[in-house]
C-alpha cells in the first residue's frame, strides 16, 4: 500500500511538473510556417546538415489508417494520407489515423532539438504581424522505445478560428501552435526535444529509454475542435477536406522523420528487457480486468 501510494505521488508530481511546463509556454509567440531562426520551435529545412539519418520504414502492425484516408502503406515515397474524420464518426468515438515509423539506428536525447517531422503545408493568409499563416493539417506526436508504450509530447493551440478562408481551405496562425507536426511548410520540418519528455511516468518507470527512441507516431487530429491541445484548447485546422485527408506523410530522406541525434546502437539485452516490462504490464492491466469482471459476476450471483 504504501509504495502504490508512492508512486501514485511520484505520478502526480510529474503531472503537475508537465502542465507548469505547458502553461509558461502557453503565451509564448512560436516560429512561422518558415522561420528557421525561431529561438523556441525553428522550422528546420529538410536539406539541414544536421540530419544524420531518416526514418525508413512505416510499421504496419502500428498502422491504422483512418476510413477517409489511404488504403495501403505507401513506403516508396508516396503519400500516406491518415484521414479526416466527419462529425458523425468524431461523434462515435471512430479513431483517428495513425502511423508509426522506425529507423536504421534510433534517436536519442541529445543537445538542443532530436528530431523533426515533415508535412506538406502551404503559406495561406497573413497575421496581424505580417507572418504568412499556413494550410495546416495537424498531428500529435508520440514515441516510443519499445513499441509498446508510448509517450505523447505536450501540446499548444490557441486558434479559435482561421486567418483567412473557411471550413476545409483555410489559412491558420501558426505562431500560436506549439509541439504539433504539420506546423510549417512543406520543406520545412518541426522540431522536437525529447528532453521535454524526461519528466513523464514511462521514464521514471523504466518503459521508455529517451537515448533510444525506436518508433515515432503520427496521431492525425481531425481540426473541427473536438479533439484537444495539453491545456484544453480545442485544435483547429483545415477540415473537413475533401477525398483523402488528414496528416500527409511521406517516407524517405528530406520527407518524413529527420533524425538530428542519432541513438548509440542499444544492446539487445537492454532491448529485450524493455520490451518484456511493456507486455508484462500489458499483461498485468488484462489479468486485472479479468478479476475485475469475474468479481462482478460472483456479487451477481450472490445477489
Given at each position: 500500500?504504501?509504495q502504490k501510494?508512492?508512486?501514485?505521488f511520484?505520478a502526480?508530481?510529474f503531472?503537475?511538473?508537465?502542465?507548469?511546463?505547458?502553461?509558461?509556454k502557453a503565451?509564448l509567440?512560436f516560429?512561422?510556417?518558415?522561420?528557421t531562426?525561431?529561438?523556441?520551435?525553428?522550422a528546420?529545412?529538410a536539406?539541414?546538415?544536421?540530419?544524420?539519418?531518416?526514418?525508413?520504414?512505416?510499421d504496419?502492425?502500428r498502422t491504422s489508417?483512418?476510413p477517409?484516408?489511404?488504403?495501403?502503406?505507401?513506403?516508396?515515397?508516396g503519400?500516406?494520407?491518415?484521414?479526416d474524420?466527419d462529425?458523425?464518426?468524431i461523434a462515435?468515438?471512430?479513431s483517428p489515423?495513425?502511423?508509426?515509423?522506425t529507423f536504421?539506428t534510433?534517436?536519442?536525447?541529445?543537445?538542443?532539438?532530436?528530431f523533426?517531422?515533415?508535412?506538406?503545408?502551404?503559406?495561406?493568409?497573413?497575421?496581424?504581424?505580417?507572418?504568412?499563416?499556413?494550410?495546416?493539417?495537424?498531428?500529435?506526436?508520440?514515441?516510443?522505445?519499445?513499441?509498446?508504450?508510448f509517450?505523447?509530447f505536450?501540446?499548444?493551440s490557441?486558434?479559435?478560428?482561421?486567418?483567412?478562408g473557411?471550413g476545409?481551405?483555410a489559412?491558420?496562425?501558426v505562431t500560436?501552435?506549439?509541439?504539433?507536426?504539420?506546423?510549417h511548410?512543406a520543406?520545412f520540418?518541426?522540431?522536437?526535444?525529447?528532453?521535454?519528455?524526461?519528466?513523464?511516468t514511462?521514464v521514471?518507470g523504466?518503459?521508455?529509454?529517451?537515448?533510444?527512441?525506436?518508433y515515432?507516431r503520427?496521431f492525425?487530429?481531425?481540426g473541427?475542435g473536438a479533439?484537444?491541445?495539453?491545456?484544453g484548447?480545442?485544435i483547429?485546422?483545415n477540415w473537413?477536406?475533401t477525398g483523402?485527408?488528414?496528416?500527409?506523410?511521406?517516407l524517405?530522406?528530406?520527407?518524413?522523420?529527420?533524425?538530428?541525434?542519432?541513438?548509440?546502437?542499444?544492446?539487445?539485452?537492454?532491448?529485450a528487457?524493455?520490451?518484456?516490462?511493456?507486455?508484462?504490464?500489458?499483461?498485468f492491466?488484462?489479468?486485472?480486468?479479468a478479476?475485475?469482471?469475474?468479481m462482478?459476476g460472483?456479487?451477481?450471483e450472490?445477489?
Amino acid at each position: 500500500m504504501i509504495q502504490k501510494l508512492k508512486t501514485l505521488f511520484i505520478a502526480s508530481i510529474f503531472a503537475v511538473a508537465s502542465i507548469q511546463s505547458g502553461r509558461a509556454k502557453a503565451d509564448l509567440v512560436f516560429s512561422g510556417p518558415t522561420e528557421t531562426t525561431h529561438a523556441i520551435d525553428p522550422a528546420i529545412a529538410a536539406n539541414d546538415s544536421r540530419f544524420r539519418e531518416w526514418a525508413n520504414f512505416i510499421d504496419p502492425t502500428r498502422t491504422s489508417f483512418a476510413p477517409r484516408g489511404s488504403s495501403v502503406i505507401n513506403q516508396t515515397g508516396g503519400f500516406n494520407s491518415l484521414g479526416d474524420l466527419d462529425a458523425t464518426q468524431i461523434a462515435n468515438g471512430l479513431s483517428p489515423g495513425f502511423l508509426t515509423v522506425t529507423f536504421p539506428t534510433g534517436i536519442r536525447n541529445g543537445l538542443g532539438h532530436d528530431f523533426a517531422v515533415f508535412e506538406n503545408g502551404f503559406t495561406f493568409g497573413t497575421n496581424s504581424n505580417g507572418v504568412p499563416g499556413l494550410f495546416a493539417e495537424f498531428a500529435y506526436v508520440d514515441v516510443s522505445t519499445n513499441g509498446i508504450d508510448f509517450a505523447r509530447f505536450d501540446s499548444i493551440s490557441r486558434n479559435t478560428g482561421p486567418i483567412q478562408g473557411s471550413g476545409a481551405f483555410a489559412g491558420y496562425d501558426v505562431t500560436n501552435v506549439y509541439n504539433l507536426a504539420g506546423k510549417h511548410a512543406a520543406g520545412f520540418g518541426t522540431p522536437f526535444d525529447l528532453a521535454e519528455l524526461t519528466s513523464h511516468t514511462l521514464v521514471s518507470g523504466g518503459l521508455l529509454d529517451l537515448n533510444n527512441i525506436q518508433y515515432v507516431r503520427l496521431f492525425d487530429i481531425p481540426g473541427n475542435g473536438a479533439f484537444v491541445d495539453s491545456l484544453g484548447n480545442p485544435i483547429r485546422d483545415n477540415w473537413l477536406t475533401t477525398g483523402t485527408g488528414g496528416f500527409d506523410f511521406r517516407l524517405g530522406t528530406g520527407l518524413g522523420v529527420g533524425v538530428m541525434n542519432v541513438s548509440a546502437v542499444p544492446e539487445p539485452s537492454s532491448l529485450a528487457l524493455l520490451t518484456i516490462a511493456g507486455l508484462g504490464g500489458v499483461a498485468f492491466r488484462r489479468r486485472r480486468h479479468a478479476r475485475s469482471r469475474d468479481m462482478e459476476g460472483k456479487a451477481t450471483e450472490s445477489v
